[in-house]
Every structure is written in C-alpha cells, then in structure tokens.
C-alpha cells in the first residue's frame, strides 16, 4: 500500500467483527443506516430485477425464432417486451451501479465513515422498493404493452394498467434523485483530510456527474410520467390529440429525461473502467484530468442532444441539424475516455484477470456501440434506420457492452472487498468468455437485421429474416448460460471461497486500505491522503496474488 494512507490501514491478520456480522438479525438490515447494507441490499434488489428482465429477453428473443407463432401469442409478446424494457432500464441499469456498488464503496473511497445522509440513503432504498413493488403489482394485473418509452397517444389510450406502471416509475425516480443528492453533499462534505479534487478516484467523478444529471433530468420525467396519468384519469387534453393533445410534445419531454439517463446509465461504467485499467496494467491513468473533466462534459452536453431522437418527428431540418452536430459533440468527451484508457494499457503489466476481461470487453463493445451511434446521429442514414434493429443493437452495445459489462467487471473486482471472499477465476474466465461469443453472436446480427430493414417490436416478420432471428437468438442462449454460471460461483465462494485480504489486487484507492470486508465504521481514523490513488511505481511485477 501506498503512502496514500497514513491512518486507518488494517494489517493482515487484524481482523475484526466486519459490517456483515456487527449485527444480527433481519431488523437489523431493514433498519440499517450503514451504507456498506444499504448497498448489498440494492444489490440483491437490482440483480432480482435483471433476473426478471432476462427471462422475459430469453422469452422474447425465443418467441422469435420462427416467423408467426412460437412460445406466446402477439399481445403476451407485447406485454413481455415491454417487462424487459421496463425491468432492464428502470430497475437495473439505471440504479445499479450507483446504488449497489457506490452505495457501498463511494464512502470508503473517499475515506468516510458513511454519506452525508444515511437516514435519506436508507429511504431511498425503500422508495426504490416501493417503485418496484408497484411495477410488479402492475405486471400481475395484466402487464402493459406500451414499450418503456410510454409514447402516446397508444399509452394514453390503451388498456391495462398504464398507470400504475408509470406511477411506479415516478416514485422510482424519487430514489434516484435521493441518491443524487446524497452523493453531491458527500462527495462535496465528507472527502478526507488531503483528498482535494484533483485526487479524487475518477469512479468518483463519474458518480459526481452521474448525481448530477440525476437530480436535474429526473423530475422532467416524474412530471411528464404525472401529465401522462392525470390524461388517462381525468381525460385533460396534453398528449392525446382527440383531446386537443400533441403527442411530439411527449416525446420532446420523455428524451429531454431519457437522453441524459442514458448517461446516468454509461457514465458510472466509465468511472469503473478507470479504476481496473489501472489496477489490472499497474499503471499510473494517463491523462486524469482529461478523464476527469470528460465526465463533467458529458453531463452538461447529455441535456443538448435529446431531439436527435426525433429526426423523424417532423421538426425542422434545422432543428435537426442543430442536434446533428450536438450529437456528434457528446462523442469527444467519451472518445477521450477510450482513447486515454488504451493508452494507460501501452506498456502496462498488465493481469487478465476476471475484472480485467470484462473491462476489456467494455473498451470493445462500447466502442462498436459507439461507432454506430454515428450512423444514427447522421440525418441521411437515421432516416433508413430508424426504428429497425440496427437501433437495438447499437443500443445494447452501449447499454450492455457497456454498463452491465462494467457492472459485472465491477462487482468481481469489489466483491472481496464486499463479502471478505475470493470466488473461483477458472469459471470466472469460462462465464466471461461465454457472454462475449453469446452477446456479439446475438446483437451483430441484429445490425445486419436492421440494416436490411427488419423493423424492430415486431411480433412477426418475411421469410427472409428468420436465419439471422434464429442465429441471434441462440447467443442468448450462451448469455445465459454466463450468467448463470456467474451466480453459481459467487454464491459457492460466499461458503467456500478462499479468504479475501484487505488488498488482493495491489490496487491504490482507500476502499483497500480497510480489512476485506470492512468493519462497520469504515476506519478507526479518518485516513490522510498525501497522493492520488493512480501514482503507481513505473516498474512493478503485477497486482499481489490472492
């Protein structure tokens, strides 16, 4: 360890009663202000729902393997489509990283005994439950068919429960903007003695601007969300032209939100990135102000380019060539990203081990997602592929190759500092290897799908499609697969996994200057830092073994 730490550092062989054992009993989690519960609670909450979200992928991805009629009829198709959406985004991707893995590691990195808030953390968390409560209760009653973008007039008209799932994902969006504010005050309230902003591990940086974009996109969405249900209850005319409505509007509201939620989901992802390329090729980030500095770009330009949605919508060519090159802005700042990550790789010792191969999933996958991003923010060729599968790949390359990638990178990196606990990297390497065939296998073929104009929500399509439908689904089924392997190991090393020290991976930020798993204060003294968590030596031999 450094000479990041002067205080606080627990030696091997020191351990003592960790956050999981300091109290027992079922209350003493549901009560709990701890932030290291609070975050393992959101984490077996998030991972539920993208258990959730993937049955219903598998379900809608194997429905589509023959043309009409497979496994479930057009309406259950509909329903079950809208589930993934709705499940993937609201309840996974968009809380998962910052309120499962920041929950727990933001305070350690910035060498605080809690956040600003715990109290709020912890409403959080049941606000967060009670939006998901609601959306199952909606899905039980009949489900909805709306797509989880809500876009009316089809949503202010149909039947089933409409409301009830929208109202649940207005009082998700309380959650989130909980946790928003709870960063920012910590973030800027609780850093220890030395650790200035220009210190600051980027996982950090990258929640700071995510916190940000939270708390000032999100009530765009719970106010469009509320107008959209006063509409189907009290017949007001907003959205629904029979009533005198314009359903553009609701699209220029709901992208004002969901373009920056994109960002609330990638951004997060980038900051995890930034702390394995270090660890993992034993080298000093190139470029941390750069990195730094992007994440904050991003946040402010995500809330410019949300009409690039909407090149079809009948808004002025003007208009859409304003978001064009807006569009095309955002990309700098990422591509900065991608180009300063690659080159702390150069010459790096680097280790391949399990959190090191999602992360060099992530600089690949992200990077296709991105690149065909720019097909779409080119007027000329969004016009052919708009609303076709080329969408949906070049979104779940982003979305997946990208976040949930990072996620998974992310959770296997602090997962032994998280439960004191090493899992098994043989099966790590085979599940890891297994979702990269099984994702491209599943999302490049949509591309060439989509290119050949194979519209996407579909229920059924032309002979012609049903090869590259069927290719694309057995990749699910190696997605699958992965992951399921993936929950075997992590609940097998809970029990038997080899013992965690406080630093298996030789890393440098303060979240490994405490025992593995931590106890329940975090430090004994407030740590001081007296360098930045990426200085490490020019020559090194590799991370310490676990």
């Known amino acids: 360890m450094s000479s990041m730490t002067q205080a606080g550092l627990v030696h091997e062989g020191e351990q003592e009663i960790s956050y999981?054992?300091?109290?027992?009993?079922?209350?003493?989690?549901?009560?709990?202000?701890?932030?290291?519960?609070?975050?393992?609670?959101?984490?077996?909450?998030?991972?539920?729902?993208?258990?959730?979200?993937?049955?219903?992928?598998?379900?809608?991805?194997?429905?589509?393997?023959?043309?009409?009629?497979?496994?479930?009829?057009?309406?259950?198709y509909n329903r079950m489509f809208t589930l993934h959406g709705l499940a993937m985004v609201f309840l996974f991707i968009i809380p998962g990283i910052p309120a499962a893995l920041g929950n727990f590691v933001l305070p350690l990195m910035l060498g605080a005994k809690d956040v600003a808030f715990p109290r709020l953390n912890l409403a959080s968390f049941w606000i967060y439950c009670t939006g998901m409560g609601m959306a199952l209760f909606a899905i039980v009653s009949g489900g909805v068919d709306t797509g989880w973008t809500f876009y009316t007039p089809y949503s202010a008209t149909v039947s089933g429960?409409?409301?009830?799932?929208?109202?649940?994902?207005?009082?998700?969006?309380?959650?989130?903007?909980?946790?928003?504010?709870?960063?920012?005050?910590?973030?800027?309230?609780?850093?220890?003695?030395?650790?200035?902003?220009?210190?600051?591990?980027?996982?950090?940086?990258?929640?700071?601007?995510?916190?940000?974009?939270?708390?000032?996109?999100?009530?765009?969405?719970?106010?469009?969300?509320?107008?959209?249900?006063?509409?189907?209850?009290?017949?007001?005319?907003?959205?629904?032209?029979?009533?005198?409505?314009?359903?553009?509007?609701?699209?220029?509201?709901?992208?004002?939100?969901?373009?920056?939620?994109?960002?609330?989901?990638?951004?997060?992802?980038?900051?995890?990135?930034?702390?394995?390329?270090?660890?993992?090729?034993?080298?000093?980030?190139?470029?941390?102000?750069?990195?730094?500095?992007?994440?904050?770009?991003?946040?402010?330009?995500?809330?410019?380019?949300?009409?690039?949605?909407?090149?079809?919508?009948?808004?002025?060519?003007?208009?859409?060539?304003?978001?064009?090159?807006?569009?095309?802005?955002?990309?700098?700042?990422s591509a900065i990203k991608v180009f300063n990550w690659t080159a702390t790789l150069y010459k790096g010792s680097i280790d391949l081990r399990a959190p090191m191969q999602w992360a060099l999933q992530f600089l690949i996958l992200f990077t296709i997602g991105g690149l065909t991003g720019i097909f779409l923010g080119t007027m000329g060729t969004d016009i052919h592929l708009h609303d076709t599968y080329f969408v949906v790949a070049h979104f779940h390359y982003v979305m997946v190759g990208g976040t949930v990638t990072a996620f998974i990178g992310g959770l296997h990196y602090w997962w032994p500092k998280m439960f004191g606990r090493m899992y098994n990297e043989k099966l790590a390497t085979i599940s890891s290897v297994l979702f990269f065939i099984g994702f491209n296998v599943t999302f490049f073929t949509q591309f060439i799908l989509g290119s050949r104009g194979m519209p996407r929500r579909y229920y059924n399509y032309v002979e012609e499609f049903q090869q590259l439908h069927q290719i694309s689904t057995v990749g699910t089924w190696f997605i699958g697969a992965s992951f399921l392997l993936m929950l075997g190991y992590l609940l097998a090393s809970?029990?038997?996994?080899?013992?965690?020290?406080?630093?298996?991976?030789?890393?440098?930020?303060?979240?490994?200057?405490?025992?593995?798993?931590?106890?329940?204060?975090?430090?004994?003294?407030?740590?001081?830092?007296?360098?930045?968590?990426?200085?490490?030596?020019?020559?090194?031999?590799?991370?310490?073994?676990?």
Not at 55 to 72: D, Q, S
Not at 218 to 231: S, W
Not at 521 to 537: D, L
Request: hydrophobic share 55%; glycine share 8%; charged share 10%.
């Open 20 to 76: 999981l054992r300091a109290k027992k009993g079922i209350w003493s989690w549901l009560y709990t202000i701890d932030h290291k519960r609070i975050g393992v609670m959101y984490l077996v909450a998030v991972l539920l729902a993208f258990l959730l979200g993937g049955v219903a992928a598998l379900l809608v991805r194997a429905e589509l393997f023959t043309m009409g009629k497979t496994i479930m009829e057009a309406d259950t």
């Open 161 to 333: 429960p409409v409301v009830m799932m929208t109202m649940a994902a207005f009082v998700l969006g309380f959650s989130s903007i909980f946790t928003g504010l709870n960063f920012i005050v910590t973030v800027h309230k609780m850093r220890a003695p030395g650790m200035t902003w220009g210190r600051l591990p980027l996982f950090i940086w990258a929640i700071y601007a995510t916190a940000v974009i939270q708390v000032m996109a999100t009530p765009v969405l719970a106010i469009t969300l509320l107008l959209l249900a006063l509409e189907r209850t009290m017949g007001i005319g907003i959205f629904d032209p029979a009533l005198g409505g314009d359903p553009v509007l609701f699209q220029h509201f709901f992208w004002f939100y969901s373009h920056p939620a994109v960002y609330i989901m990638i951004l997060p992802g980038m900051g995890i990135m930034s702390e394995l390329i270090t660890t993992f090729s034993r080298k000093t980030i190139f470029g941390y102000r750069a990195i730094a500095l992007s994440s904050i770009a991003i946040a402010v330009i995500s809330f410019l380019v949300w009409g690039h949605h909407m090149f079809v919508s009948g808004q002025s060519v003007y208009a859409g060539m304003v978001f064009s090159f807006l569009t095309f802005l955002v990309a700098i700042p």
């Open 494 to 546: 809970l029990r038997t996994g080899a013992k965690a020290g406080a630093n298996p991976w030789g890393a440098r930020s303060l979240e490994w200057a405490t025992q593995s798993p931590p106890i329940e204060h975090n430090f004994h003294e407030i740590p001081t830092v007296q360098e930045g968590p990426y200085e490490f030596p020019t020559t090194v031999d590799g991370p310490a073994k676990a």
